[in-house]
């Protein structure tokens, strides 16, 4: 489940293939790791990506997916900081490229790199600290 190895050209091959199906897959592990490596220390928890995207991001006319990013992006930059592993990410990352940056078009892409080396570098020190 802590996968190590996710990168942007497999994430955007594999989205195209299924037709979105893998986008929705990674980003529900990244929801469920975040919980599993962060919840001991900060004692929050991040709502499951499906529940968010498929129920309440159009009952919410698209509000909820911007809450969900900014917290969740602030979460993980919180807990790279907590784990001492050298990479900046925050809901600045998710503001300014996923959605500012989409005005570049490649901004979106740049925002997906960052959050996948970000959960890269925090499940790979999880499972290290697990088998220590």
């Known amino acids: 489940m802590f996968n190590t190895k996710r990168g942007l050209l497999k994430y955007i091959l594999l989205s195209l293939i299924t037709f ?43 509000i909820v997916p911007l809450v969900w990013f900014h917290r969740i992006s602030n979460r993980i930059g919180a807990e790279l900081s907590a784990r001492n592993c050298d990479y900046s990410f925050s809901a600045m990352d998710f503001w300014l490229w996923n959605i500012v940056g989409s005005l570049i078009l490649v901004g979106p892409f740049v925002y997906l790199h960052k959050l996948l080396k970000a959960m890269n570098l925090i499940n790979a020190d999880y499972l290290k600290n697990k088998e220590a």
Do not use: C, Q
């Not at 962060?38 to 009952?59: Q, V």
């Open 20 to 62: 979105g199906i893998y986008s929705l897959v990674v980003m529900s592990h990244i929801s469920e790791e975040i919980n599993y490596a962060a919840s001991p220390r900060d004692g929050k928890h991040t709502m499951h990506y499906l529940l968010m995207a498929l129920i309440f991001s159009w009952l919410s006319l698209g």
